[in-house]
DNA sequence: ATGAAAGCGCTAACAG
DNA sequence: CTGTTAGCGCTTTCAT
């Protein structure tokens, strides 16, 4: 490959040593030799070997982020995040896809570890997390994004919004609009953030005086395709709602399809209210309003959340004690919403 | 971190090339001595280093997939194709985002080729591709995927549909259904797919005896969004088309948004043609007809393509002839077109 | 200010 | 069949 420390060493008749030295900029060298040492490197086109750095340090500039599914839209603005920040600090970014799955997840992160990845960023897939643990345990750099369980919560460093209390706020919205019926489709409840965006819900409802009927809760079982037929199910019976409250996006988007098969005008007949803003709530027909989480942030605060991790880690030789940040959720108004009603 | 091939040697009272052999399985051990190693690697959780590895041997296992953008929706099963044929072969593969920007693609390619990656599979920003071609030159493997240049072709491997023919056909239907005025929603034309795409409108349309009028030809000056004013331009117009055809799915959204907007009827008042089948053309309401791209298979082909010159160079030292593998579209009748006319 | 030398963890001749 | 040894390319004492 390219010209290594000790050719570069030879042209210039001096010590690998010295050349280290003009490398890293950490000793002095004398100017002469500095810039005869420069001149050849560049003449050279000397690019150090960062694996022999890597080997040499024990660190590797890399940080890894663990996703889920890379076909789930709102990883992609995570991502983004994490990349900018990561690669504004010179560290480069592994991107590890568990397809959901336990297993791979742990390999993943077995397989990166023993690489000296300097830190991890993870959106866990549902299980214990115990290799996540055991990466925090070895004072590893790791930080949970977007995905992370009650028990986690001062645990282990997290990044995501206020789940809770964004459903508290949409739907007090939804029945200041003047909504009452209002069905909630709802997701997998293994997943946390799940669960507290349904908390949220029933505390505004009861906060304003209206009943939780268990008939307007459905569930989703197998993916958010179930909505279609649940979305029919339900506009079948006695129960109609006046508006689903959708866990995610692309539930919301199912619905509305149902919605629309049936020949509902939303938001005239009804009205359809998502969570998540990923790009294409805004793309379909009506516009999908919706309660919109900052990804790209909540990657860039846990890009910079593990590095300063590995900066105290590299000073004081410990972690610091894992915080959570809460990011700020938005309500979005567009088009699948009627407005307030007086 | 964990235990280093020298502290196995020293729990089990022999060598580090013992143990290094019975790692590698490359040359036979005494069975009673093996076994006693394995056991011990077993007890102390050893994993080898695979940075020590990689300097050893001068390869890391590890791909890099080079990308304009995330957020585009076609390189998510692009991604998920390299990944999984990658990690079934043992390796690990590295995402990089370009942000369809020229210089980060090269400092992308740099940075990687200095981690020693063993191959790279590239959807490139749009450019020259001077840092592409130093990589062949200098016998690293790579690969085009989705995105190259005529010039490309013969002089590096390439993964694609064939867009000319896939646009010939798709208009060819689009006739055969009753269509005659077809508008195009033209990409960025330093888009050698999109030159392609429109070339195959213009053979289609020539073969069948329609005239080629550049009024119904739609250019994209900044991004998909163009769609929305260009789209109530030309229904405003005199030259109202009967259909449009998308050279991409995202302008086909934007461009039945506009048409919603105008109270126009899909596929009843006018017909829409997507490309690509992004999962995002099935979800909205009419769903939209597209041809489609295999994806997730340009990913699967072109991880496999690498792999292979991997193995050839490690063998011979050389690369294979660079080969085109050119991937099979499909036309995917959904709602957004009359059924065909008589 | 600079050089010599050890060593990061592993592999691969070369001896025995 | 197994141990010794010499690096891979780089950083970092320790001398000078």
Redesign the interface.
Known sequence: ??ASLKDIAALAGVSVSTVSRVLNEKAYVNEETREKVLRIMEREHF??????Q??KN?I?N?LCLIIPN??NLIF??I??GV?DVARKNGY??????TYENENTERECI???????VDGFIVASAVGDKKSIYSLWE?KIPVILVNRFDEKDINRLPIVSIDNYTAAYEATSFLIQSGYRRIAVAMGAKIHYFYQERLRGYRQALSDHGIKYDEKLILQEEHSSKDFNRLTKQIMSSEEKPDVFFATSD?KA??I??AL?EMNYHIPGDIGVLGFDNV??SS???PELSTVSQPFYDLGAVAAQDVIDQIRLKNEKNRLPEPIHHILKHELILRHSLKAEKD
């Open positions: 490959m390219g690019q150090p070997n960062a694996i022999a890597s080997l024990g590797s890399t890379i076909q992609a603005p991502a983004r990349e480069n970014v592994i991107l590890c896809d077995e397989m990166m570890r023993m690489r000296w070895d692309p988007i199912v509305m399809h629309h790009e294409l793309v379909i027909e």
